[in-house]
């Protein structure tokens, strides 16, 4: 901690310096305390995991000051830690390039949590940067630089720095192995071996491998590598029935939603002080913020372009729902027909029984409830089946489970569509308050 912390504070390439919560030059040491003290309230360790966390992020040459490149790494660290963890900002002018050192505790300043990396945590940060910077009129990098697999290389693996994970050298050394053509799975194994993995072989076959400098094995499956790294389909592979598996993506983290601009003449109408008017302007060069960021990623910088993406994600929406409104319909009839057709069965032979004794009130008396399930099954029956034959239960229920497989499915579509419409119809009402455009027309209150 303390050789990272002193090459961030080296004064030969210190510009400018901020920090929350903590003082950089005994930082270690804060960091430390916060840390102990979590382990004094909550009895966990916290030798277990990450001390801390670095964040790095650059400017064009010329485009920033060093003071100004320090306000927005302050401003990036503190939207995404939240204001809950001690950190500070280095900015370092030694190169052709501005450039931000962000360290911060990987305990919460208040002992109550600790802080984890996430699945597209890398995304979802990339994402918080260009928001902060486009708030502050700085440029963002349009194309971020890519793997061959598409894959998008942070800034660590730009310049060399960091080597890539556990997971993914296994992958590789795996299809590099199976690249080699080996003639069975125990060949394929000694070129893994060749390739300075420790191959551990555990209870029921389990196959791991142990990659230089990793303390836990990374097991072959499906489950832990991903599609197509299974000994099974290893194998596969291996007697060409199957292609050599392809490096799989991370999803990246869901975009943040844009919410609706706020108008401010019309809440300081209502009553609204400066105040609130300080705040409405904050907030809303957020959301145009992030409306910019949206139109980028989606490519959809032309107005007509941004009304088509539009209408097209709400009739999509629309048409989901119909589709999702008449599935629910057949299933809920599906499951009512199944319903009433296993009560008629079970009662029919009582009705039977009660026609035998000549509608006797004492039979109906002993089995009321049988006989009035009886007839509520064979109404609701007739009412379903509308006069058509009575389908054989096998066939009911296998077009139950597929009318429930596709209700699963729709669900699916269907929120991803919600969100989807809310989207961007949140960002095309931004984009035609910003325009001064009402229904394709000039707003002549706002041109006044």
């Known amino acids: 901690m303390e050789e990272r912390f002193d090459y961030g504070l080296n004064p030969k390439k210190l510009g400018a310096l901020s920090s929350y919560?903590?003082?950089?030059?005994?930082?270690?040491a804060e960091f430390l305390l916060v840390k102990s003290q979590y382990q004094a309230e909550t009895g966990r360790a916290v030798?277990?995991?990450?001390?801390?966390?670095?964040?790095?992020?650059?400017?064009?040459?010329?485009?920033?000051?060093?003071?100004?490149?320090?306000?927005?790494?302050?401003?990036?660290?503190?939207?995404?830690t939240k204001g809950k963890y001690q950190f500070f900002v280095c900015t370092h002018t030694d190169k052709g390039h501005l450039h931000n050192h962000i360290y911060f505790n990987s305990t919460a300043f208040d002992r109550s949590r600790k802080f984890h990396n996430f699945i597209g945590s890398s995304f979802a940060l990339r994402r918080l940067s260009d928001r902060v910077c486009i708030e502050h009129d700085l440029s963002v990098i349009q194309?971020?630089?890519?793997?061959s697999k598409g894959r998008y290389l942070h800034y660590g693996?730009?310049?060399?720095?960091?080597?890539?994970?556990?997971?993914?050298?296994?992958?590789l050394a795996i299809v590099e192995s199976l690249q080699k053509q080996p003639a069975d799975f125990p060949a394929f194994l000694r070129l893994m071996e060749e390739s300075g993995f420790l191959v551990k072989h555990g209870r029921g076959g389990v196959i791991s491998f142990l990659a230089p400098g990793q303390d836990k094995p990374t097991r072959l499956r499906a489950s832990t590598l991903g599609d197509g790294f299974d000994p099974?389909?290893?194998?596969?592979?291996?007697?060409g029935e199957r292609p050599i598996p392809e490096l799989p993506q991370e999803a990246p983290a869901p975009a943040r939603r844009v919410n609706l601009i706020i108008d401010i003449q019309e809440r300081m109408a209502q009553g609204k002080g400066p105040a609130y008017e300080r705040w409405a302007k904050?907030?809303?060069?957020?959301?145009?913020?992030?409306?910019?960021?949206?139109?980028?990623?989606?490519?959809?910088m032309d107005y007509d372009a941004l009304a088509a993406s539009t209408e097209k994600a709400v009739e999509r929406f629309h048409a989901l729902s119909e589709e999702l409104r008449q599935t629910e319909a057949e299933l809920e009839k599906t499951s009512g027909l199944m319903a009433a057709t296993v009560d008629y069965a079970k009662t029919r032979?009582?009705?039977d029984g009660y026609k035998a004794a000549r509608y006797s009130k004492k039979y109906l008396s002993e089995h009321e409830t049988e006989l009035a399930t009886y007839r509520a099954a064979r109404a609701t029956m007739?009412?379903?089946?509308?006069?058509?034959?009575?389908?054989?239960?096998?066939?009911?229920?296998?077009?139950?489970?597929?009318?429930?497989?596709?209700?699963?499915?729709?669900y699916a579509e269907y929120r991803k569509a919600q969100a989807d419409m809310r989207q961007t119809v949140a960002v095309k009402a931004n984009i035609d308050h910003l325009l001064g455009v009402t229904d394709g027309r000039e707003n002549k209150a706002q041109e006044r």
């Open 21 to 28: 919560l903590c003082d950089p030059a005994t930082a270690p």
């Open 47 to 80: 030798e277990r995991g990450a001390l801390f966390f670095q964040i790095r992020q650059a400017f064009p040459p010329g485009e920033v000051t060093a003071e100004e490149a320090n306000q927005v790494g302050y401003e990036t660290a503190m939207r995404w």
């Open 143 to 147: 194309n971020p630089k890519q793997h």
């Open 157 to 171: 693996q730009w310049i060399g720095e960091k080597p890539p994970s556990a997971k993914q050298r296994v992958r």
């Open 232 to 239: 099974e389909d290893i194998r596969a592979v291996i007697a």
């Open 282 to 300: 904050v907030y809303n060069l957020k959301q145009m913020a992030a409306a910019l960021q949206y139109l980028r990623e989606k490519d959809l």
């Open 349 to 351: 032979p009582v009705f």
């Open 382 to 410: 007739n009412e379903l089946l509308d006069g058509a034959k009575l389908p054989k239960m096998a066939d009911m229920k296998k077009s139950r489970q597929e009318l429930a497989g596709k209700k699963k499915a729709l």
